[in-house]
């Protein structure tokens, strides 16, 4: 039975486009807005809090990340003015928090007079491009992708039939160096570095999303074809794409309903110019430091936020070193900011955390989606070891996703369980994620883990990789960890973390199988061998689930109830309804 009735944000947007819209912004009364002024507003960077209708926040788009000491001094100055919070976000953009119905409006028009665009930053648009940030100018790069990045931005930024007008949101990454500082394969679309022969150019990667990678369109594009093909790709998702049932309006799912052959197909009626096979990829995983040596021998410096919190005076602090050094400032995917073109490697302020490989959603105190104020319960993390191996870590807030867990080292949800006593807060924990080639996400490797045991486990965890060898947490994954099955890790750990025991994967040898209940019985044989005696065997029959859930009662008691618990579960509901995102 084929769906007939358009969702809730098509049918405004039948009644009136959000271009067609924005007019009346000028004249709206902040305090008193409907639920369809919310939708609208959303395509031009406001959106206020469904549970506080009187606190806005307004989204900043930074084009590939690049902002001038200049508009960083602006911002600051406005900040400060109206005692704003500022959020750096996972797309190389800014968040302003704390605005009200009093001055939304005015500080809405004094960011827009900076020459930076909070248009198509929500909603049902292109969202803002994500680069490398050592584009053009890290040893590594050899396309520049900034010029089509702005091109690009000037086809669909304020075109009347897109703006607010997709089906669903649109994430894009364009690659132009060999090493990435992060992986670009959740994105909806994605174009890789690629060699086809002698020449440069881009694969075409379609459909990621935060719990899936982004599958190979065999296509490859030189740079000169990008910009058009990326304008055919927008136009043939927002005319085949569904405008039913919301949770199954992204890329991906329009992908598993016609196929990606279908899809390539109608892009090529509006792209009308034959392409190629795809090329071979042209990207190595490769570690930065925090002092990164330029392709013209100056230095880049990472300066390490507090998980995405950054205040007004840093930004002042920063904005005046890199005028004098005559260097530029970037924004990145993981919340930190770079400044580019040092003459030497040294700053004179250090950072704030050891954040750098940690990407941490907005959490509670900025989002209703969020079980937790992430930003503040990232700081449990054990972060001298992740700095140390720098393993890339993505918490986030709820199953939304907004830090890519699954395409992390390691990846955590922060919800709540009643599983263990009280309700309190809960994380859910991922691992195994092959990300830099976009070859697989995390799995699930615990469902549920009280928040005062997070430590423990994490450090068993990482334990585990510095007794592996590997030179990385990546390679660990490949070569150590996803040999198992999630449930064999599942309830490895929970053994270990039981008996104290210090034994390694690295110590046993698991026999090479491949039909499943052979797997199964080799993983069992492991398990009798190396915990022979504890009473969880007697629960291993045909699978690991009972003898799982016995040792999680076992091993995570909660001992103490935190007073400062996460929003109570029907808030989020009610949020979610009402946004509809």
């Known amino acids: 039975m084929s769906e007939k ?112 665009s909070t248009w198509q930053t929500f909603g049902d648009n292109v969202r803002n491009i994500v680069t490398d940030v050592y584009d053009g100018q890290g040893r590594f790069s050899v396309i520049e992708t900034y010029p089509l ?32 500082v992060s992986s670009f394969f959740a994105n909806d679309l994605y174009f890789a570095l690629a060699k086809k022969e002698d020449r440069f150019g881009f694969n075409v990667y379609m459909g990621g999303k935060n719990t899936e990678v982004a599958r190979s369109a065999d296509i490859f594009l030189p740079p000169e074809a990008v910009v058009s093909f990326f304008s055919a790709f927008v136009e043939t998702f927002n005319k085949h794409g569904s405008r039913f049932t919301r949770s199954r309006t992204r890329l991906f799912y329009l992908l598993g309903d016609i196929g990606l052959d279908t899809f390539k197909e109608h892009i090529a009626q509006v792209y009308q110019t034959s392409w190629e096979s795809e090329g071979t990829l042209v990207l190595q995983k490769r570690e930065f430091s925090q002092y990164e040596r330029l392709n013209n021998g100056s230095y ?60 941490a959603c907005a959490g509670s105190h900025y989002c209703p989606y969020s079980f937790w104020n992430i930003k503040d319960e990232a700081a449990l993390l054990p972060l001298k070891a992740i700095k140390k191996h720098r393993i890339q870590v993505g918490i986030s807030g709820c199953a939304k996703g907004c830090s890519r867990h699954q395409h992390c080292d390691i990846g955590l949800i922060g919800l709540r369980t009643g599983n263990f006593g009280e309700a309190d807060k809960g994380v859910r924990i991922y691992i195994g994620a092959e990300h830099t080639h976009g070859t697989g996400v995390g799995r699930e490797l615990f469902e549920m883990v009280p928040l005062e045991h997070l430590s423990a486990v994490l450090e068993l965890i990482i334990r585990e990789y510095e007794m592996s060898g590997y030179e990385n947490f990546e390679l660990f994954s490949m070569h150590r960890l996803n040999r198992y099955t999630i449930e064999f890790l599942s309830l ?20 090479q199988c491949s039909v499943e209940e052979e797997v199964f019985n080799g993983e069992k044989e492991l398990f009798e061998e190396c915990f022979m005696h504890e009473p969880f065997l007697s629960l291993i029959e045909d699978d690991f689930k009972d003898a799982i859930r016995y040792m999680s009662k076992k091993v995570w008691v909660v001992s103490t109830t935190e007073s400062a618990i996460a929003p109570q579960i029907k808030r989020l509901l009610t949020a979610t309804k009402y946004w509809e995102r």
Not at 155 to 173: C, D, E, N, Q, W
């Open 300 to 359: 880049a410096f990472c300066y390490e936020t507090d998980f995405g919190r950054i205040t007004p005076e840093e930004l002042l602090n920063i904005a005046a070193f890199v005028d004098a050094c005559g260097g530029e400032v970037r924004l990145s995917t993981d919340h930190n900011l770079y400044l580019i073109g040092l003459p030497e490697p040294t700053v004179p302020f250090g950072s704030l955390k050891e954040s750098e490989t940690v990407v």
């Open 149 to 180: 990045i702005m091109q690009m931005e000037k086809y669909f930024l304020k075109t009347p039939h897109l703006v607010g007008m997709l089906p669903r949101r649109l994430s894009t990454g364009i690659s132009g160096t060999s090493a990435n």
């Open 492 to 511: 490895w750990f929970l053994a270990q973390l039981d008996t104290g025991s210090t034994l390694s994967l690295s110590d046993v040898t698991l026999p």
């Open 5 to 116: 009735r358009l969702n809730k944000r098509e049918r405004h947007k039948a009644s009136l486009s959000p271009f067609e819209y924005y007019p009346q912004i000028e004249a709206l009364d902040f305090n008193a807005i409907s639920e369809g002024d919310s939708f609208y507003l959303q395509d031009f960077g406001i959106f206020n809090n469904p549970l506080a209708d009187e606190e806005y926040t307004l989204r900043l788009r930074i084009t590939a990340g690049r902002i001038s000491t200049a508009q960083l001094i602006a911002i600051a100055e406005i900040v400060k003015s109206h005692a704003l919070e500022i959020i750096l976000t996972a797309r190389s953009g800014i968040q302003l928090h704390g605005l009200s119905s009093e001055n939304v409006l005015s500080v809405y028009k004094q960011i827009n007079a900076l020459g930076i």
